[in-house]
């Protein structure tokens, strides 16, 4: 008798992917200034460590909030009992305003459109559950982020069908890419309930354009689909062009209480806009009420508790700090940004042009051994063993053109970015330098057989001769 379910015996978790080995490598041998110093450094992991000064130093001086204490009264009891699924009032009209805020007051939120979950995660998955059926499928443009196969598909039974996007216009998505998937899905006897989109783009670290939004509000809008837009990287956006929220183009192009309205639903977190990951928040923005309703319910599954709620309602409805905070973490992403860039441009190697996000789009075509997708993992084990490097590989997030890289550099310190921008420096220089000596081998080994050749051409000639004499 079979004692183990399908989903628990499958393999379509996706934990076999490039991005998530490289993640085992590096806790098998982590980089530590004192400790392991030759360590792999983790550059594969898009977290926002770049403030926490910030956030330390509100909760020193906000001991209250900390101590789990209203008016200098501890309300840990009220806090530790079950608490319903809806979240606290007061923690859910913060958030809204704090994503109003990111996306410059141009949009409001309501709070009842607001249904809290214990991170995107949570909040991807739900929306899966709530819009799609098994076999159902969504559209996503390539690259997207690694996780994706397994938040969107893995229980849900949900199919993805790549919306295929290039260098050639910098990864931007167009309207023959969008048909192409459309008919791709299709012929596979897909049933395409939506788009799906990350902006600011993870991997890519650009923001949607006001014409790619409108273009797929107007394809949802024709083909009669949901559009997802994962907004969890709203804040990081540290350069020009500005952050443009869906919802605000929404309102521009007068779709409000009309049917698209309804189908056009946001994912927020904090993980990395406040860097808290650890804390599980996320949450889903939809002005759909059935929607709302039913992943309200879902989230019983995945809640945010209490104590985490109440403390960032009262750190979220600090506007005075909020407003800092939002600005100081921008420019010092700018500056982590910028200092990555450089230090790979000495090395000869160039990024994507990007202004938004935790991580820079490498390209690293120029070394791989050949233009396929086997030398892009051939290319990135050495960057892992070799180099000390875990960055993630172009065909992990679905790329379509080898040798692409996604590589994080604000969940480390100024030094180790340092360290970890001259390890790939001296790789690059050690790749050249055996380059160039197999090529003087080679033309060694050349010039080696051709002076054989024309000497036996020459001895014989010169015994031909003889025996003519």
Same mark, same amino acid.
């Given at each position: ?11 379509? @978790? ?38 926490? %000064? ?31 699924? @809806? ?5 859910? !009209? ?38 799609? %059926?098994?076999?159902?499928?969504? /559209? ?8 994706? %196969?397994? %938040? ?14 290039? $260098? ?5 998505? &167009? ?16 049933? =395409?309930?939506?788009?799906?989109? &990350? ?54 192009? !007068? ?11 946001? =994912? ?31 989230? $019983? ?9 109440? /403390? ?13 905070? =939002? ?9 982590? @940004? ?89 790789? =690059? ?41």
């Amino acid at each position: 008798m079979k004692l183990l379910s399908e989903k628990a015996t499958c393999n379509s @978790h996706g934990q076999d992917s490039s991005y998530f080995l490289g993640w085992q490598e590096y806790e098998k041998n982590p980089y530590d200034e004192i400790q392991n110093p030759k360590g792999i450094i983790q550059m594969g992991l898009a977290e926002n460590q770049l403030s926490f %000064d910030l956030l330390e130093s509100w909760l020193g001086q906000n001991p209250d909030a900390a101590g789990f204490k209203r008016n200098g009264e501890s309300i840990f009891r009220e806090l530790a009992l079950f608490q319903d699924y @809806h979240g606290l009032p007061a923690f859910k !009209n913060a958030l809204v305003q704090f994503m109003a805020e990111i996306r410059g007051n141009k949009v409001t939120f309501d709070s009842n459109n607001l249904v809290l979950t214990a991170g995107a995660t949570s909040a991807n998955e739900t929306l899966m559950f709530c819009l799609a %059926d098994r076999g159902d499928a969504f /559209l996503l443009p390539t690259p997207y982020y690694p996780g994706f %196969d397994r %938040d969107l598909k893995w229980r849900t039974g949900a199919e993805i069908v790549p919306i295929q996007c290039t $260098s050639s216009n910098g990864f931007r998505i &167009t309207k023959s890419a969008l048909e192409e998937a459309y008919k791709e899905a299709k012929t596979r006897n897909l049933r =395409v309930k939506g788009v799906l989109v &990350t902006n600011p783009s993870n991997p890519l670290g650009t923001t949607l354009t006001r014409n790619e939004l409108e273009l797929l509000l107007s394809f949802v809008d024709t083909k009669g689909i949901h559009l997802i837009s994962d907004e969890i990287y709203s804040g990081t956006v540290f350069n020009s062009p500005n952050f443009v929220s869906v919802m605000e183009v929404l309102i521009e192009k !007068n779709y409000m209480y009309t049917e698209v309205w309804d189908r056009v639903h946001i =994912v927020y977190s904090l993980s990395k806009d406040l860097g808290l990951p650890g804390f599980r928040v996320g949450a889903i923005y939809s002005n759909d009420d059935v929607v709302v309703s039913a992943a309200t319910k879902m989230s $019983s599954f995945g809640l945010i508790s209490s104590q985490t709620q109440y /403390l960032l309602s009262a750190m979220l409805s600090d506007k005075k700090f909020t407003k800092k905070y =939002v600005s100081e973490n921008q420019k010092r992403l700018k500056k982590r @940004h910028a200092m990555m860039v450089r230090g790979l441009q000495s090395a000869g190697i160039s990024c994507l042009e990007s202004n938004a996000g935790l991580f820079c789009w490498v390209d690293m075509r120029h070394l791989l051994s050949s233009n396929t997708f086997e030398a892009e993992i051939e290319l990135w084990k050495k960057i892992v063993y070799e180099v000390g490097l875990n960055i993630s590989p172009g065909s992990s997030c679905h790329c379509t053109e080898p040798g692409w890289f996604r590589a994080c550099f604000a969940n480390m310190s100024e030094d180790t970015l340092n360290l970890a921008i001259q390890r790939i420096k001296n790789f =690059v220089n050690s790749s050249a330098i055996s380059t160039d000596a197999h090529s003087n081998q080679t033309n060694q080994n050349t010039n080696t057989n051709t002076k054989k050749k024309l000497f036996s051409k020459w001895g014989f000639r010169l015994s031909f001769n003889d025996r003519e004499r």
